[in-house]
């Protein structure tokens, strides 16, 4: 392994001039034809970009040479291993983590914390095999035996990890014939510890090798790094130093950075705002500037490491403004159907929950996979079976029985055909059910791979027990589509816009650099320590890898098969190093932005990164307060509010319609929950739709007019207080023998036996569906059912002890037609079911010459806390259903009709007569326009943003409550003062 060049450098450009053009220039002329690969190692992505950049501006060809990162790289050397090698995903590692946690078992905090979530120790585990160790040196015992067991696992299954393979590319390195003709290393640092095993096999095994390493301060891990390749390659050749500072415009201000001093240059820009939106337009505009400026420069355009909305927003504006760059980050790519159809079977399988099996098998509709008749069957099972057991747990609502007792139910039919995973069972129990409903959803698209990593597993795992859960995470993340997409002006390598991390920034060459999203949590954004591998530890293994090198005294190497592991304060000693060396190498401009706002919250304020304060005292002389930083924001929102409004035209419709239904001197109308034309026969609403009429007129808008009521959620239901009160009206219900629905009113006793056999059938019913799944009763579903069960004894009891009736009718339907009110309402469209209707004497509806019964009671039970129907109360609109139930009883039969709202533990009598509402002109002149024009209104929600909310579409937009109360006054001028909201 001769290493023909070994330099270190602290600016790209000097490294270009000194070793890589000559290295290029040279390598070209044989490298197509060498019997050996010629190849190029970087870092990251970014700065093979960098140079092949360079190389195109230079005109020097790259035919036969191979770059690489160190993943390519690791795949170039793997022949070097005598046998095949199967590299362990994260994901198999997840796995095999969870199962021999659950194999240790027990109480024991370290197992269930690992069976739990097994990212942290599998970071840690991987962190000690980069640096040489084993999981033995994991310093809790029970995490060290959990090490060791999956590291057995791994060996049945045929498995390795990548850092293990890394130290047995090294091993093999020195000793095989070279796989590479010649190698160059650039850009490598000492934040590439992982990668040092790999790194060092590729240097032992090239036929020719040249090292180019950036330049780093005198910590004992860059030091280390430093000495361990010396003592590899040799002795540095050539310390290519930063430019004169003279040269370069912000080397004062990177100085003063890193030495927390005060300044007065203001060369640098610092931008806030409050809305990420408004940042990424205003970097756009910086990024502009600058090409503008320098067509020729390199534009950087640091964005936080971690997942960030800053890095989404400005590739959002780039691709608007049609800007060539290469996104470095990219974005998750939009989901096909089928990958769209997995996720929800994922979350199905996972939540087991009648919500999650709605959502996919609509899902399933959608693609074709599921008729609309089932899927409407299955809709109005799950509601009726949710309303009644009051859980979505698919166990209890499966073996529940509806309708024909012998028949499976939908949600059964549907559990067949898609079957849940077992709770726990062997992997081979597990595929067999996963693997027929993976090749039915057609996901993932290279289903063979899947299937055939799974049979790798099998053979490693072969009858232990796994949990269901387990085997789903590691389904659900191998089938995942890797990797991340970018928009088509995103995708030009050699554009001079890059979109990067500060890690691939680093060690580049660049004109102007804009930093953005410079918030607390993101820069530099430092991870948690481990709770498995805490960074004493690391510096306790880490000095027992340190030795003594060969050049000397303050030569520093490290033990052989031994790496170091930078802890959290290496890292941000190695982002604070990276970022002050970038503020020194801008030769152009430089620009640091954040915005204040949470996107997830933007009431909250969010806190700013130290840095940008840091920048901002070094550049100006001032530590801006958080005060200050407000007005900036505040002023730069306001500049790009008037830019905007100078630039662009609004949407004229929207503007119009907008303006429309925030003008309170002017009616509702068509723009604001109102028909354009009046309805041809007025509006036909059921009695219960009318009774929120002047309470909700939007859910009655939506639901009753236009047909789009949201569908039923069981995540979003309460479905305790509606299970009593469905419970309460069926359990009242009495049969008759009769046509016409009429019996005697029976005593109390018997009434109350009717209760109690049909609610014991109900309890029987429940109980005997969470028997079948193998769960008891809840107490929680036993006193809700015992409540109900009163309610409807305790209404029982009221109406046979008020003396109004000697027959009675329950569930009796107002049949859909039009009803001759009063002389207000001539015909009004009405439909509905009344809970209980008394007579003295049994009226015949059908005959106008049958006599008339004297008088009738028409009841509606409450199981809430609503209120005794009253004058002032129907004036408003309140009880208006039963109001109109005696309207309409009246038209029917003929005779006075009083009406009563039942209350638990309310006496049961008389509450108001027809003669008392005819008399409420108002409101009948208001119900008879609404009829007839189809203009209802919209008012403001009720009550505090805690209770109750219609649903409403996303895209509306919102007028002010007073234009509200304005403008409902304007529409329904006759209700009484004392009557409008």
């Given at each position: 392994m001769p290493v023909t060049r070994h330099v270190l450098y602290a600016d790209f450009d000097d490294a270009w001039e000194a070793l890589l053009r000559p290295w290029f220039e040279q390598r070209v002329k044989t490298a197509w034809e060498a019997p050996l690969p010629t190849v190029v190692s970087c870092p990251n992505g970014g700065l093979v970009s960098l140079l092949k950049q360079r190389l195109l501006e230079e005109n020097i060809p790259a035919l036969g040479i191979h770059f690489t990162t160190p993943g390519s790289l690791r795949r170039l050397l793997t022949p070097l291993l005598e046998a095949p090698v199967r590299l362990a995903l994260r994901e198999d590692l997840h796995l095999l983590a969870r199962i021999v946690a659950r194999e240790a078992g027990g109480e024991e905090p370290v197992a269930q914390s690992v069976a739990a979530d097994p990212s942290a120790f599998v970071r840690a585990l991987d962190t000690l095999e980069a640096g040489g160790w084993g999981p033995e040196q994991l310093p809790l015992s029970e995490a060290a035996a959990l090490g060791r067991s999956l590291r057995s696992l791994l060996e049945q299954c045929g498995l390795q990890t990548v850092?293990?393979?890394?130290?047995?590319?090294?091993?093999?390195?020195?000793?095989?014939?070279?796989?590479?003709?010649?190698?160059?290393?650039?850009?490598?640092?000492?934040?590439?510890?992982?990668?040092?095993?790999?790194?060092?096999?590729?240097?032992?095994?090239?036929?020719?090798?040249?090292?180019?390493?950036?330049?780093?301060?005198?910590?004992?891990?860059?030091?280390?790094?430093?000495?361990?390749?010396?003592?590899?390659?040799?002795?540095?050749?050539?310390?290519?130093?930063?430019?004169?500072?003279?040269?370069?415009?912000?080397?004062?201000?990177?100085?003063?950075?890193?030495?927390?001093?005060?300044?007065?240059?203001?060369?640098?820009?610092?931008?806030?705002?409050?809305?990420?939106?408004?940042?990424?337009?205003?970097?756009?505009?910086?990024?502009?500037?600058?090409?503008?400026?320098?067509?020729?420069?390199?534009?950087?355009?640091?964005?936080?490491?971690?997942?960030?909305?800053?890095?989404?927003?400005?590739?959002?504006?780039?691709?608007?403004?049609?800007?060539?760059?290469?996104?470095?980050?990219?974005?998750?790519?939009?989901?096909?159907?089928?990958?769209?159809?997995?996720?929800?079977?994922?979350?199905?399988?996972?939540?087991?929950?009648?919500?999650?099996?709605?959502?996919?098998?609509?899902?399933?509709?959608?693609?074709?996979?599921?008729?609309?008749?089932?899927?409407?069957?299955?809709?109005?099972?799950?509601?009726?079976?949710?309303?009644?057991?009051?859980?979505?747990?698919?166990?209890?609502?499966?073996?529940?029985?509806?309708?024909?007792?012998?028949?499976?139910?939908?949600?059964?039919?549907?559990?067949?055909?898609?079957?849940?995973?077992?709770?726990?069972?062997?992997?081979?129990?597990?595929?067999?059910?996963?693997?027929?409903?993976?090749?039915?959803?057609?996901?993932?698209?290279?289903?063979?791979?899947?299937?055939?990593?799974?049979?790798?597993?099998?053979?490693?795992?072969?009858?232990?027990?796994?949990?269901?859960?387990?085997?789903?995470?590691?389904?659900?993340?191998?089938?995942?589509?890797?990797?991340?997409?970018?928009?088509?002006?995103?995708?030009?390598?050699?554009?001079?816009?890059?979109?990067?991390?500060?890690?691939?920034?680093?060690?580049?060459?660049?004109?102007?650099?804009?930093?953005?999203?410079?918030?607390?949590?993101?820069?530099?954004?430092?991870?948690?320590?481990?709770?498995?591998?805490?960074?004493?530890?690391?510096?306790?293994?880490?000095?027992?890898?340190?030795?003594?090198?060969?050049?000397?005294?303050?030569?520093?190497?490290?033990?052989?098969?031994?790496?170091?592991?930078?802890?959290?304060?290496?890292?941000?000693?190695?982002?604070?190093?990276?970022?002050?060396?970038?503020?020194?190498?801008?030769?152009?401009?430089?620009?640091?932005?954040?915005?204040?706002?949470?996107?997830?919250?933007?009431?909250?304020?969010?806190?700013?990164?130290?840095?940008?304060?840091?920048?901002?005292?070094?550049?100006?002389?001032?530590?801006?307060?958080?005060?200050?930083?407000?007005?900036?924001?505040?002023?730069?929102?306001?500049?790009?509010?008037?830019?905007?409004?100078?630039?662009?035209?609004?949407?004229?419709?929207?503007?119009?319609?907008?303006?429309?239904?925030?003008?309170?001197?002017?009616?509702?109308?068509?723009?604001?929950?109102?028909?354009?034309?009046?309805?041809?026969?007025?509006?036909?609403?059921?009695?219960?739709?009318?009774?929120?009429?002047?309470?909700?007129?939007?859910?009655?808008?939506?639901?009753?007019?236009?047909?789009?009521?949201?569908?039923?959620?069981?995540?979003?239901?309460?479905?305790?207080?509606?299970?009593?009160?469905t419970w309460a009206h069926a359990w009242l219900s009495l049969e008759s023998a009769k046509d016409d629905g009429w019996l005697t009113l029976p005593a109390v006793e018997d009434w109350w036996q009717s209760v109690r056999a049909k609610a014991g059938v109900t309890r029987e019913r429940v109980e005997a569906a969470f028997a079948a799944a193998g769960r008891t009763l809840p107490e929680w579903w036993q006193a809700d059912w015992a409540k109900a069960r009163a309610l409807a004894l305790g209404f029982a009891e009221a109406v046979t002890e008020s003396g109004l009736g000697h027959y009675v009718t329950t569930e009796s339907a107002i049949d859909a037609g039009t009803y001759h009110l009063n002389t207000w309402v001539p015909a009004l469209s009405l439909r509905g079911r009344m809970d209980l209707v008394l007579a003295d004497r049994v009226p015949d509806f059908k005959d106008e010459t049958a006599p008339i019964p004297g008088s009738l009671v028409v009841i509606d039970f409450k199981t809430g806390q609503d209120k005794p129907l009253t004058d002032s109360r129907l004036k408003k609109g309140e009880g208006l259903q039963i109001a109109l139930y005696a309207l309409a009883l009246r038209n029917l039969a003929g005779c006075e009709t009083q009406a009563v709202l039942l209350t638990p533990g309310a006496v049961c009598s008389p509450q108001m007569s027809t003669e008392t509402m005819d008399a409420l002109e108002p409101l009948w002149r208001t119900v008879a326009e609404v009829a007839s024009t189809g203009i209802l209104g919209d008012l403001p929600e009720p009550g505090s943003g805690f209770g109750f909310s219609a649903p409403r579409p996303l895209a509306e937009l919102g007028v002010p409550d007073e234009v509200l109360r304005a403008r409902w006054a304007l529409t329904h001028p006759s209700l009484d003062e004392e009557a409008a909201p």
């Open positions: 850092r293990r393979v890394d130290w047995r590319l090294d091993e093999a390195a020195a000793k095989a014939s070279p796989r590479l003709g010649a190698w160059l290393a650039v850009g490598f640092s000492s934040a590439d510890w992982p990668e040092f095993a790999l790194l060092r096999a590729a240097c032992q095994n090239a036929a020719e090798a040249s090292l180019c390493f950036r330049v780093e301060g005198e910590a004992p891990v860059a030091a280390a790094w430093a000495g361990a390749w010396e003592a590899l390659a040799g002795p540095v050749e050539e310390y290519l130093a930063a430019p004169d500072p003279a040269e370069l415009p912000m080397d004062s201000l990177a100085e003063r950075f890193a030495t927390h001093t005060e300044g007065g240059s203001a060369r640098a820009r610092f931008i806030v705002t409050r809305h990420q939106a408004t940042e990424a337009e205003i970097v756009l505009r910086e990024v502009q500037a600058a090409l503008k400026e320098n067509p020729g420069g390199r534009v950087g355009v640091v964005v936080p490491a971690r997942p960030a909305g800053i890095g989404r927003e400005v590739a959002r504006v780039f691709a608007d403004a049609d800007l060539p760059h290469q996104d470095r980050l990219g974005h998750r790519p939009a989901k096909a159907p089928p990958h769209r159809l997995f996720t929800t079977w994922v979350a199905y399988q996972s939540a087991r929950s009648l919500a999650s099996l709605l959502a996919f098998a609509k899902n399933l509709h959608e693609v074709n996979q599921w008729p609309v008749a089932r899927l409407r069957d299955l809709e109005r099972t799950g509601e009726h079976l949710f309303s009644e057991l009051m859980c979505q747990d698919l166990g209890p609502l499966a073996a529940c029985r509806t309708g024909d007792a012998n028949s499976p139910s939908a949600i059964a039919e549907f559990l067949a055909t898609w079957p849940l995973l077992p709770q726990v069972a062997s992997l081979e129990e597990l595929a067999s059910v996963a693997e027929p409903q993976l090749e039915a959803l057609e996901w993932p698209e290279d289903r063979p791979a899947l299937f055939e990593r799974l049979a790798g597993l099998k053979t490693g795992l072969a009858e232990l027990p796994i949990q269901g859960s387990s085997f789903l995470s590691w389904l659900a993340a191998v089938a995942d589509i890797p990797g991340r997409t970018r928009e088509r002006t995103a995708r030009e390598p050699f554009a001079p816009v890059q979109l990067l991390t500060l890690s691939e920034a680093a060690g580049q060459s660049w004109d102007t650099l804009i930093f953005t999203g410079m918030t607390h949590e993101d820069w530099p954004g430092q991870s948690p320590e481990s709770p498995f591998l805490p960074d004493g530890d690391i510096a306790r293994l880490n000095a027992r890898a340190f030795r003594g090198g060969e050049q000397g005294i303050g030569h520093q190497s490290v033990a052989k098969g031994c790496a170091l592991m930078p802890n959290r304060g290496e890292l941000a000693r190695q982002a604070a190093e990276d970022f002050t060396g970038l503020l020194g190498s801008v030769r152009q401009g430089l620009t640091a932005s954040v915005s204040l706002g949470d996107p997830a919250t933007p009431a909250l304020l969010r806190p700013v990164s130290e840095w940008f304060l840091r920048l901002c005292s070094a550049d100006r002389g001032v530590w801006p307060e958080p005060r200050v930083l407000l007005h900036w924001a505040e002023s730069t929102e306001q500049a790009m509010r008037n830019n905007l409004m100078s630039k662009r035209k609004p949407y004229s419709e929207v503007a119009d319609a907008q303006a429309v239904r925030c003008d309170r001197s002017r009616p509702f109308d068509a723009f604001s929950y109102g028909l354009e034309s009046p309805p041809q026969n007025g509006l036909n609403l059921s009695a219960s739709a009318w009774s929120r009429v002047f309470e909700r007129p939007v859910q009655v808008w939506y639901t009753h007019i236009l047909r789009a009521e949201p569908p039923f959620d069981p995540a979003h239901e309460n479905p305790s207080r509606q299970a009593r009160g």
